[in-house]
């Protein structure tokens, strides 16, 4: 895009100066020939003045009364009825610039220069015009830089922006660029971004809302059943055991499709080095947390896997650590550790404020509950899109805040493309 935009504009500057460039050059040049002709004009003018007045007094004529007229390197010709041609100066050779003309008694007056200093000066300002042609090119080069520079770097960073939305990365972005279009595509990825957060949010929600009620139907029906198992009447029994049998399908049915609604919300979920994606974002935290005078410590351990989407992950952790930045007091603390249970990892946000409020703790995780005028919108999404990569996140302690996030450790079967030994069992 960059290079698309520079070489748009310079193409632009070398089309003016072109079109501007020939034209000026062209009068340029008749300009010099025109100045150069009339200033001969008027030294011809001048000597016929002067020898009109020897005429007209009956004196011969006489070119010393002249001499001061004719230039350095000029020939003055005077012609006279009867083939009479006075001459002074120097012959300039063939290639000659002349004006003539006329005085008393049909006679003319020609003066003559050689063209060769005229060309030069002609030359000299062609040059002049190149000169300022190239200037100019150069100017609209240094021009269409900046320019596309300016321009192409907030291209790159919305493209960017559009690409962490892509990847479920959330959070609003508050740069703006000073270009009104641009701006206006930031405040619309800003909207979308706010609009998919809340559908994931209210999609999390159906989903396990769906499955708690589901379940709970089916297992009140599983009990009732299994009483009539037990009727004295056999008809009775078979009926029950075959209604048994397809109360348990259900339950088969409605597994898988809670597995394939969490395995399609899970499609970005990959294999995630801690180690080398927490720092990031700490740097990224750091500088914020470091203008109201605190810092951030970050532990985490070499070899650190968990299975989350790298966009997803960002917009969590993030949420939590502008949680602290916020609500919190005291320096920060970004950690990851091993699960208490096997399988899983945590990663651990927590600050030395005065903590989470007893009556507010409850309700932290509520969608527009807020405690202290925010929006009450993030923790709630954070906790939707880590649930969106089969994790968990809990507010762990009160008092100093801390709020775990829990992942899962990544199986052999989450890295696609590899084919996994099968276990040998004997024959």
């Given at each position: 895009?960059?290079?698309?935009?520079?070489?748009?504009?310079?193409?632009?500057?070398a089309?003016?100066?072109?079109?501007?460039?020939?034209?000026?050059?062209?009068t340029?040049?008749?300009?010099?020939?025109?100045?150069t002709?009339?200033?001969?004009?008027?030294?011809?003018?001048?000597?016929?003045?002067?020898?009109?007045?020897?005429?007209?007094?009956?004196r011969?004529?006489?070119?010393?009364?002249?001499?001061?007229?004719?230039?350095?390197?000029g020939?003055l010709?005077?012609?006279?009825?009867?083939?009479?041609?006075?001459?002074?100066?120097?012959?300039?050779?063939?290639n000659?610039?002349s004006?003539?003309?006329?005085?008393?008694?049909?006679?003319t007056?020609?003066?003559?220069?050689?063209a060769?200093?005229?060309?030069?000066?002609?030359?000299?300002?062609?040059?002049?015009?190149?000169?300022?042609?190239?200037?100019?090119?150069?100017?609209?080069?240094l021009?269409?830089?900046?320019?596309?520079?300016?321009?192409?770097?907030p291209?790159?960073?919305?493209a960017?922006?559009?690409a962490?939305?892509?990847?479920?990365?959330?959070?609003?972005?508050?740069?703006?660029?000073?270009?009104?279009?641009?701006?206006?595509?930031?405040?619309?990825?800003?909207?979308?971004a706010?609009?998919?957060?809340?559908?994931v949010?209210?999609?999390?929600?159906?989903?396990?809302?769906?499955?708690?009620?589901l379940?709970?139907?089916?297992?009140?029906?599983?009990?009732?059943?299994?009483?009539?198992?037990?009727?004295?009447?056999?008809?009775v029994?078979?009926?029950?055991?075959?209604?048994?049998?397809?109360?348990d399908?259900?339950?088969?049915?409605?597994?898988?499709l809670l597995?394939?609604?969490?395995?399609?919300?899970?499609?970005?979920?990959?294999?995630v080095?801690?180690?080398?994606?927490?720092?990031?974002?700490?740097?990224?935290?750091?500088?914020?947390?470091?203008?109201e005078?605190?810092?951030?410590?970050l532990?985490?351990?070499?070899?650190?896997m968990a299975?989350?989407t790298?966009?997803r992950?960002?917009?969590?952790?993030?949420?939590?650590?502008?949680?602290?930045?916020?609500?919190?007091?005291g320096?920060?603390?970004?950690?990851?550790?091993?699960?208490?249970?096997?399988?899983?990892?945590?990663?651990?946000?927590?600050?030395?404020g005065?903590?989470?409020?007893?009556?507010?703790?409850?309700?932290?995780?509520?969608?527009?509950?807020?405690?202290?005028?925010?929006?009450?919108?993030?923790?709630?999404?954070?906790?939707a899109?880590?649930?969106?990569?089969?994790?968990?996140l809990?507010?762990?302690?009160?008092?100093?805040?801390?709020?775990?996030?829990?992942?899962?450790?990544?199986?052999?079967?989450?890295?696609p493309?590899?084919?996994?030994?099968?276990?040998?069992?004997?024959?």
């Amino acid at each position: 895009m960059r290079r698309r935009i520079l070489l748009a504009i310079l193409l632009a500057v070398a089309v003016t100066a072109v079109a501007l460039g020939i034209p000026l050059g062209i009068t340029a040049w008749q300009l010099v020939e025109n100045i150069t002709r009339e200033q001969l004009a008027a030294s011809a003018q001048q000597i016929a003045a002067t020898l009109d007045d020897q005429l007209a007094n009956g004196r011969p004529l006489d070119l010393d009364d002249v001499r001061v007229a004719v230039p350095e390197d000029g020939l003055l010709l005077v012609r006279q009825a009867g083939d009479v041609t006075l001459r002074y100066g120097a012959d300039p050779g063939p290639n000659r610039v002349s004006e003539e003309v006329p005085i008393a008694k049909a006679g003319t007056v020609e003066l003559v220069i050689p063209a060769g200093p005229l060309r030069t000066r002609q030359t000299q300002m062609l040059l002049v015009v190149v000169l300022l042609v190239v200037l100019s090119v150069g100017t609209g080069t240094l021009v269409a830089s900046v320019t596309a520079r300016r321009l192409a770097r907030p291209l790159r960073h919305v493209a960017g922006r559009a690409a962490r939305l892509g990847g479920g990365d959330f959070r609003p972005d508050a740069k703006r660029y000073d270009v009104a279009e641009l701006d206006m595509v930031a405040e619309a990825l800003d909207a979308s971004a706010t609009a998919l957060a809340q559908l994931v949010q209210r999609e999390r929600q159906l989903v396990g809302d769906v499955s708690h009620q589901l379940r709970s139907r089916l297992t009140a029906l599983q009990l009732r059943l299994e009483t009539l198992a037990t009727h004295p009447d056999p008809e009775v029994v078979d009926d029950a055991r075959s209604a048994q049998e397809q109360a348990d399908r259900l339950a088969e049915v409605l597994d898988e499709l809670l597995a394939a609604a969490r395995a399609a919300s899970e499609v970005g979920a990959e294999p995630v080095d801690l180690a080398s994606v927490l720092p990031v974002i700490a740097e990224e935290w750091r500088q914020m947390l470091r203008a109201e005078g605190r810092g951030l410590r970050l532990r985490v351990s070499d070899g650190l896997m968990a299975r989350a989407t790298p966009g997803r992950l960002r917009e969590v952790v993030g949420v939590l650590l502008d949680n602290a930045l916020r609500h919190g007091g005291g320096n920060v603390t970004l950690s990851a550790r091993r699960g208490d249970a096997d399988g899983t990892v945590v990663v651990e946000v927590s600050d030395g404020g005065p903590g989470v409020p007893d009556e507010l703790a409850p309700h932290i995780f509520d969608r527009g509950f807020s405690g202290s005028g925010s929006t009450g919108v993030g923790l709630a999404l954070a906790r939707a899109l880590a649930e969106a990569d089969g994790g968990r996140l809990e507010l762990s302690n009160r008092r100093p805040a801390t709020f775990s996030l829990f992942l899962r450790v990544p199986r052999p079967d989450d890295v696609p493309g590899v084919r996994w030994p099968a276990e040998r069992v004997p024959r």
